[in-house]
Every structure is written in structure tokens, then in C-alpha cells.
């Protein structure tokens, strides 16, 4: 049976939700992100794209290039909720969808044709959704989740396309090789350099070609480019690891804050890891220096959950990180190899008071919130919490960097 996977973006999303919101920010160009100068955009509005912005740019250049624009610093819980509106929706409508970001959905409708025209049935369900979430919203229709994904892109703002099955190449064939998922800035440079500028060149290349230029990727993205993907839709992934960093406002040599954020940073992962009932055996530890020189170390450890644990390692991969003559820009950490489980007590170290007293701040961190009770050293680091479960199945919410 023919495959029919459809793509659902959310048109820029935050900007979206906050004109729904504020209706007098219409038609005004928008920036969604960081407010300071470290700021990035996490969204921007169509307005502004006439000026050269785009989302993932620094905000301090974006309201240079843009100097009326409104900016906004945006709620993730905001966007959180408009997204959980549209995904009850669509889990109503369609038997097998994958929500791939906060703004983003693939479902597979193949098989659908025989009873109501899978792209008939993808309009009116486009419609359900302006209609009640106040949203706009553009889609993609073909026989795979890349053509799909590219679809989407060309038919936005608030539009819908479909790509009849076969004709795959011949739609993909004009369009910029940047319009390749998987094609990044590098990647876009290193075709550019082999004369490469629409996808039809590289239709036309042998696939052995961009194996030796791009290596496995070289293949991936050759298949991409002649519209083949056996991608299936996956309704859950489950997440391999956890992290987050900080970007300060003023670059900084303040050891003793430094440390007080990795702490109060370990102090909310370990705690993501123990409501998710989750162990790691790996850890890391990155620092951006001022010169954007980024350097990280990584840790193997016996699986644990525990901040008395952690801490003390993150701690120690900084202290053999950390050079004392560069002021520091970023740091970050990360919690991978991810296994199911709960916490398991050291016959020789834990006693069962420290059990009891992590079960307890736990118990109020779910009902208060995660930085109700949190160590004294990382007091300063007020930026520091997480107010969703990163392991209940749903993509992470992702805004510009926080600033510390």
C-alpha cells in the first residue's frame, strides 16, 4: 500500500499565539526571544523578513537590522498550552500521529483515500484547527515525511500543498538545496563549493559523489534530494539524555558563581531524572569561553540520580575544565545513557535518611514547583527550573537562551 504522510507546521508559532493573545501586535513585526543583548530569536514574523531576520539569529543584531520591530521574551508554559490544544485535535482526527517539536506534526493517512481522499480529509481537519485555536497553520501531503516537510514549507504562510505520488523529483528539482532537511550552513557551503545550487544538480549526481564529499550524510541527503524516505511516523521517542546550559549577560571569572549555577543546574537535572524515574551513567560538563572557544569533558559513572553523587562530579569535571585566565560566556551540562529505574541506595555511603529527605523534597517540588527547594549555593542562580516532566512523552519546548 502506498504511503500518505502528512505534514502540520504551526505558522510561526509563538509570534502566532501572541497576536492571538495581544490583537493589537497584528500585522506589527514581531521578534519572539532573549531581550538582552545575548538574546536569540525564537521566532520572528513574516514582517521582518524582509529585513534579513530570521529565527536563531542574535536579537541584538535582529533589532539592528529591524529597529521598529516589537520584541517579546515569550512563556513557554503560553505555548505549551496553545500546542497541547492543537495535538488534542489531531489525536482525535487521525489514528497514528507523531508530534515531533512544540509547533510541528506528522500523521500517516495512508489507506485513507479509499473512504474520504486523505487530502480532503487533511483540509477539513486544517480547518477544525483555525477554527478553534485561532492558529494558522500550513501542511504538506505526499507519499513520505521529507517531500511532506518540504510541501509545508513552500505552501506556508497558511497555505497546503500536495505532491502527487511520482511526481516527487520533478517538485523537488528547482528548489535550493538549503530546502533539504538535514542541509545546515556547512553542509550548504560544502555543495555550494562543488557548484551545487538547486537540488536537481544533485538529482543528477552519482550517489557515490556525495559519499566521498559528505560521508554518511552524503547518502542521506541524496536520498532526500531524489525524495526517497522510509522514515516511519513514530508516535513516542523516548529521550536518550537530558541537559541544559546558561549563557550569562556579561561574560565572568566569578568561580563562585560559576559553581553555584552548575549546582542549582545538577540539583534540577537530577530531579528531572528521579520524577521521570530515569538513572544516568554518563555525564558532561561545556564551557564557552568570551573568544567563543567552546570545550567540554564527559564522565562515565555508575548509574545514579542522586544530587550528592552528581554534584560533586559535575564539580570536578569543571574544576579540570575551567581555565582561569578567559572569562567565561556559557556553560552547560548534560545527563546521557539514560536508563529506566530508580534510585539505588550505597549500602556503604547512603543511609536511609537521605533516601526519606530526597523523597520528600521531591514530593514538594511536584506540588510547589521545581524551585521551591533548592541548595543554598546555587541561591543566585535564579533562572534555574524546568516546569514540565522532560520524560512524559512530549518534544521539549524550545525558546532562545536564558540569560543568567
Not at 529565527?55 to 520591530?69: H, R, T, V
Amino acid at each position: 500500500m502506498t504511503k500518505t504522510i502528512l505534514h502540520i507546521d504551526l505558522d510561526t508559532f509563538y509570534v502566532s499565539v501572541e497576536r492571538l493573545l495581544h490583537s493589537e501586535l497584528q500585522k506589527k513585526p514581531l521578534l519572539v526571544g532573549g531581550t538582552g543583548d545575548r538574546g536569540v530569536v525564537a521566532a520572528c514574523s513574516y514582517e521582518t523578513r524582509g529585513f534579513g531576520v530570521h529565527s536563531g539569529m542574535p536579537m541584538k543584531m535582529a533589532k539592528e537590522l529591524c529597529p521598529e520591530a516589537v520584541v517579546i521574551r515569550g512563556n513557554a508554559g503560553t505555548y505549551s498550552k496553545h500546542s497541547d490544544m492543537v495535538t488534542e485535535i489531531i489525536k482525535e482526527q487521525v489514528p497514528l500521529f507523531e508530534k515531533s517539536s512544540i509547533d510541528e506534526f506528522y500523521a500517516d493517512l495512508s489507506g485513507m483515500d479509499r473512504f474520504f481522499g486523505a487530502y480532503k480529509y487533511a483540509t477539513e481537519m486544517r480547518r477544525k484547527i483555525i477554527k478553534e485555536t485561532g492558529l494558522p497553520i500550513s501542511f504538506g501531503l505526499s507519499v513520505n515525511k521529507v517531500v511532506s516537510k518540504v510541501a509545508t514549507n513552500e505552501a506556508k504562510p497558511n497555505n497546503q500543498l500536495k505532491i502527487d505520488e511520482g511526481h516527487e523529483k520533478h517538485f523537488l528539482a528547482p528548489l535550493s538545496i538549503r530546502k533539504i532537511p538535514m542541509v545546515g550552513d556547512k553542509t550548504y557551503q560544502t555543495l555550494r563549493h562543488l557548484g551545487l545550487r538547486q537540488i536537481l544538480n544533485i538529482q543528477q549526481m552519482p550517489i557515490g559523489v556525495m559519499q566521498r564529499v559528505l560521508g554518511a550524510n552524503g547518502t542521506v541527503i541524496w536520498k532526500r534530494a531524489n525524495g526517497v524516505d522510509n522514515t516511519p511516523v513514530i508516535p513516542f521517542c523516548e529521550r536518550k539524555s537530558i541537559s541544559t546550559e546558561r549563557t550569562f549577560d556579561r561574560d565572568t571569572i566569578d568561580v563562585h558563581r560559576l559553581k553555584g549555577v552548575l549546582i542549582a543546574m545538577t540539583e534540577n537535572l537530577a530531579y528531572q531524572l528521579r520524577r521521570g524515574q530515569k538513572l544516568t551513567a554518563c555525564i558532561s560538563v561545556k564551557v564557552r569561553y568570551s573568544d567563543f572557544n567552546t570545550y567540554s569533558k564527559q564522565l562515565r559513572i555508575p548509574y545514579t540520580s542522586a544530587d550528592h553523587i552528581l554534584i560533586p562530579k559535575i564539580l570536578e569535571l569543571f574544576k579540570n575544565l575551567y581555565n582561569r585566565r578567559l572569562l567565561v560566556r556559557l556553560v552547560g551540562i548534560r545527563f546521557s545513557h539514560l536508563v529506566s529505574g530508580n534510585y539505588q541506595i550505597d549500602l556503604f555511603d547512603d543511609t536511609e535518611e537521605i533516601v526519606n529527605l530526597y523523597h520528600a523534597m521531591d514530593t514538594i517540588r511536584e506540588r510547589y514547583g521545581d524551585k521551591s527547594v533548592i541548595r543554598a549555593s546555587g541561591l543566585g542562580a535564579k533562572t534555574i527550573g524546568r516546569m514540565h516532566n522532560p520524560f512524559n512523552g512530549k518534544p521539549p519546548v524550545v525558546l532562545a537562551h536564558r540569560k543568567q
